[in-house]
């Protein structure tokens, strides 16, 4: 008889200070079979520490905690362990803790009252290396974001001549067929395969063999990184 292969098992932490949250979202994950809760934390320092001894795959983490915010967990856990992928799940929708959550290094944002098939959605996709911002403002933050980035960027070019060796090469931007552009507009606007293959009538299959040759054309790890290239040097607006 053949041998199985074991899934992968994602290794997750649960960073809040409200104990039946904690509970509720661990309840969640432990009835996946490609999932585990490797450990709990009630605020952003012992997230830290937590972190630093477990190297979990996938974080979720609060925004609102004493002694140290979400913000600034996520800023240290992604500073010390940049394979690390930190989720904000938070009751507030708001602008500044979206682009602070960003800024900070979290690659994903969701409401604590979406969906539970939707966070499970968002551990997964993140641990896969993408980048998900699941609320009404975080397109837009996420924009502005990678536009102030661009201007640093601009800025910074002025006064170093090496950042010149840095820049894709302009015939990026003539590789892309129009297909390839649509399905990266597509991206830019956080969608998922199957949302892109519906909007433009094509198979999902087909969307990823796109998106692989975009992430290759535009030397780029990811989506996230080809959306941030993409806004950087405005293929997408």
Do not use: W
Not at 92 to 113: C, E, H, N, P, W
Not at 171 to 190: A, F, P, W
């Amino acid at each position: 008889m053949a041998n199985k292969i074991k899934k992968e098992t994602i290794r997750v932490v649960l960073v809040d200070d409200q104990t039946m949250i904690r509970q509720g979202l661990g309840y969640v994950i432990k009835m996946q079979k490609d999932m585990e809760v490797s450990g709990e934390a009630s605020n952003g320092e012992e997230a830290v520490k937590l972190v630093g001894e477990i190297i979990p795959d996938v974080v979720l983490m609060d925004v609102q905690m004493p002694n140290m915010s979400g913000i600034d967990a996520t800023r240290e856990i992604t500073r010390l362990h940049p394979s690390i992928k930190v989720l904000i799940l938070t009751t507030f929708d708001t602008y500044d803790y979206i682009v602070d959550g960003i800024r900070a290094g979290a690659v994903g944002y969701m409401l604590k009252d979406s969906d539970s098939q939707d966070m499970l959605d968002l551990i997964r996709r993140a641990h896969q290396g993408e980048a998900l911002f699941y609320t009404a403002t975080a397109a837009k933050a996420l924009a502005e974001v990678l536009q102030c980035q661009q201007k640093n960027h601009e800025s910074a070019s002025h006064s170093d001549s090496d950042a010149d060796s840095v820049l894709p090469p302009l015939v990026m931007l003539d590789q892309l067929t129009d297909r390839e552009q649509d399905v990266l507009e597509q991206l830019s606007y956080g969608k998922r395969n199957d949302q892109i293959a519906q909007h433009l009538l094509i198979s999902e299959g087909t969307v990823k063999t796109h998106i692989h040759r975009i992430l290759q054309k535009m030397g780029v790890g990811d989506r996230t990184q080809a959306v941030a290239k993409a806004i950087r040097y405005k293929i997408v607006k």
